[in-house]
T-cell receptor
Framework: AQKVTQAQTEISVVEKEDVTLDCVYE???????LFWYKQPPSGELVFLIR??????QNEISGRYSWNFQKSTSSFNFTITASQVVDSAVYFC?????????????FGQGTELSVKP | GAGVSQSPSNKVTEKGKDVELRCDPI?????LYWYRQSLGQGLEFLIY????????KSGLPSDRFSAERTGGSVSTLTIQRTQQEDSAVYLC????????????????FGPGTRLTVL
C-alpha cells in the first residue's frame, strides 16, 4: 500500500530559526518519486522539489534542503534561517512508477507558522 | 506562459443541484489531473487523463462524479446531485507526461475551485 505520513500537523517557529518538516512514506514499488509542495495562504500549490528513488543524493536550494533516506523511508525538508514568507502548509507526496499515470499520494500536510 | 486556470474560483450551490467545474491546463501538457482538498480528507486524487488513453477514474468517490476532457485540452468535472460532503476545494493539475518507469514530470496546479454545498 502507498502512504505518506507527515506526523507534524503544526509547527511554529520564530524568524531565523531552522525548522525541519518530517515525511515518511510507504510503497511496494522499487521506482518511485517524492515531492514537496508549498501551499501559501493564497491557496495555490507550488512545486518545490522532486526526487527519484534511485537518486539518494541530498539537495540544497538556497535556504531549503532535502534529506532523502531510503533506509528509513524518509524525505525530510529543512528550512534554514526561516522567514515570515515561509509560513504556509507544506505537503509531501509520493508517486509510484507502477502507476504510470503519476497520480500523487499526499501526506496530510504540515502547517508552518514563522513569527517575526 | 500561462499556468493552469480554473473556473469558477468559487461556487455556492444548493444540495441536490448539479455543478460543473472547468480546468484549462498549461498549453502542451498532455496529462491532466483532478484532486480534491477538504478538511477531513486532505488532498485526494480523483481522476487522471493522458492523451487518448482511457482515464484513470480510480479516485472518484461515487458515480455522481464524472469528468471529461475534450480535444485533449480543457477538462470539466461534473458533480451531480451535490451533497454537503462534496464541499471542498477542487484542484486541477497538468504535466508533460512521459512514458516508462524512469520518466516523470512534475505537476503544476491551478488555483482551485472552492465548492460550497448548502
Amino acid at each position: 500500500a502507498q502512504k505518506v505520513t507527515q506526523a507534524q500537523t503544526e509547527i511554529s517557529v520564530v524568524e531565523k530559526e531552522d525548522v525541519t518538516l518530517d515525511c515518511v512514506y510507504e510503497t511496494r514499488d522499487t521506482t518511485y518519486y517524492l515531492f514537496w509542495y508549498k501551499q501559501p495562504p493564497s491557496g495555490e500549490l507550488v512545486f518545490l522539489i522532486r526526487r527519484n528513488s534511485f537518486d539518494e543524493q541530498n539537495e540544497i536550494s538556497g535556504r531549503y534542503s532535502w534529506n532523502f533516506q531510503k533506509s528509513t523511508s524518509s524525505f525530510n525538508f529543512t528550512i534554514t534561517a526561516s522567514q515570515v514568507v515561509d509560513s504556509a502548509v507544506y505537503f509531501c507526496a509520493l508517486s509510484e512508477a507502477l502507476n504510470q499515470g503519476g497520480k500523487l499520494i499526499f501526506g496530510q500536510g504540515t502547517e508552518l507558522s514563522v513569527k517575526p | 506562459g500561462a499556468g493552469v486556470s480554473q473556473s469558477p474560483s468559487n461556487k455556492v450551490t444548493e444540495k441536490g443541484k448539479d455543478v460543473e467545474l472547468r480546468c484549462d491546463p498549461i498549453s502542451g501538457h498532455t496529462a491532466l489531473y483532478w484532486y480534491r482538498q477538504s478538511l477531513g480528507q486532505g488532498l485526494e486524487f480523483l481522476i487522471y487523463f493522458q492523451g487518448n488513453s482511457a482515464p484513470d477514474k480510480s479516485g472518484l468517490p461515487s458515480d455522481r462524479f464524472s469528468a471529461e476532457r475534450t480535444g485533449g485540452s480543457v477538462s470539466t468535472l461534473t458533480i451531480q446531485r451535490t451533497q454537503q460532503e462534496d464541499s471542498a476545494v477542487y484542484l486541477c493539475a497538468s504535466s508533460r507526461q512521459g512514458r516508462g518507469r524512469s520518466s516523470y514530470n512534475e505537476q503544476f496546479f491551478g488555483p482551485g475551485t472552492r465548492l460550497t454545498v448548502l
